[in-house]
């Protein structure tokens, strides 16, 4: 009788070493994974038409022959740097020394143009500016502060658009008049400098962000698992006894829930003082969504899960061996290009039929066959 439970001890450890060694290696491919990903779709923006190069940080110390586009956070040109053709930058900080030999155009909160000679025309929107350079073509600046250098040279005089300007030049030459539209000459670089502000579309794609989300959803999709044990079974039942119905009623509802959404927003906009009353109500409603789609996607981890191991598990371990499964597509998806798009509504479609099975058994409280 000892033997036979020494014996079981001995297989059930080993059955829960080889679910740890699964969710670690899990874990290690979604960090994998996103390095491959990371720098495959680095080397594919880097060769879209044009020469848009996007970066999370970019730096040029050499020569560069043609029209160069860039948009990165941080963009820095260093006194050795030259480029022959047009330049466009779009980020939030921009600092340049170097050589520029053609047209210069900029869009940043914080610019810096502290030792560079541009041959060509000087375009640029900012927040802050500092010019300390030399300008051979025309000037247009649109700034809220500007701050010129007493090194900068202008060929001709500069049209300032700015809140507040301080001029340390010994002489300083007059300014044009501020042109009627400014906004033109950066309409190329709006769309680049606006994806920067996806939290998503760079920041989100270090190796070590994703590792921990995916960490952190796996962990939630378990402890979700623990808390709610005997439901979660109910729930599973029922997606198994009629998946196409709990599918099609998933679908609906997160379709009524994105279309209440909408109407929220829109009233917001709109109907200010309605919307506003009516907040707390989406708040609420809100919460009971999301807690409804963290149940549906518990669900699936655990279908999931119970197919990669081949047999019965408790829910907690099938939830999180399939919650490491659902965090690596997760982890892909959001790495395309659109990708906070793309992530909530691959979350939605994994949820769909769970969410159509939470409803139907009433957060798996009733065991009644749809």
Request: charged letters at 10%; glycine letters at 10%; proline letters at 5%.
């Amino acid at each position: 009788m000892m033997m036979s439970f020494e014996t079981g001890l001995a297989m059930n450890f080993r059955a829960r070493f080889r679910i740890l060694l699964f969710v670690v290696l899990a874990m290690g491919a979604v960090l994998g994974l996103s390095v491959l990903l990371r720098g495959l779709l680095t080397q594919a923006r880097a060769d879209l038409p044009g020469g848009v190069v996007f970066s999370e940080n970019y730096r040029l110390s050499t020569v560069y022959t043609g029209d160069l586009v860039v948009a990165s956070p941080a963009i820095t040109l260093d006194e050795t740097a030259r480029v022959t053709g047009n330049v466009s930058f779009a980020g939030e900080s921009i600092m340049l020394a170097g050589t520029i030999a053609g047209d210069l155009t900029l869009l940043a909160q914080h610019i810096i143009l502290d030792g560079v000679t541009i041959t060509g025309n000087l375009r640029l929107l900012s927040d802050d500016a500092l010019i300390n350079a030399q300008i051979d073509g025309t000037t247009m600046i649109d700034v809220d502060v500007l701050h010129i250098g007493e090194g900068a040279r202008f060929a001709s005089a500069p049209a300032v658009c700015a809140d507040r300007v301080t001029d340390d030049r010994a002489e300083p030459s007059p300014y044009a008049p501020c042109p009627p539209a400014t906004i033109d000459p950066f309409r190329d670089l709006i769309p680049l400098r606006a994806q920067l502000d996806n939290p998503i579309s760079l920041s989100i794609r270090n190796p070590l962000t994703l590792g921990l989300g995916a960490g952190m959803f796996t962990a939630l999709v378990a402890l979700c698992a623990a808390l709610v044990p005997a439901r979660l079974v109910t729930v599973v039942r029922m997606v198994r006894h009629n998946p196409l119905r709990c599918l099609q009623l998933g679908i609906v509802l997160l379709a009524l829930v994105i279309g209440m959404v909408s109407a929220q927003i829109f009233l917001l906009g709109t109907i200010t003082a309605l919307g506003v009353v009516l907040l707390p109500v989406s708040v609420v409603g809100s919460v009971a969504v999301g807690l409804i789609v963290l149940l549906g996607v518990a669900t699936t981890a655990i279908l999931l899960g119970g197919w990669l191991l081949r047999k019965p598990q408790p829910p907690m371990i099938a939830a999180a061996v399939g919650g490491a499964g659902i965090a690596l597509v997760l982890v892909g998806v959001a790495l395309l290009p659109y990708g906070q798009i793309a992530l909530v509504v691959a979350v939605l479609a994994i949820s769909a039929a769970g969410v159509g099975a939470v409803v139907y058994t009433r957060a798996g409280t009733s065991g009644r066959a749809a």
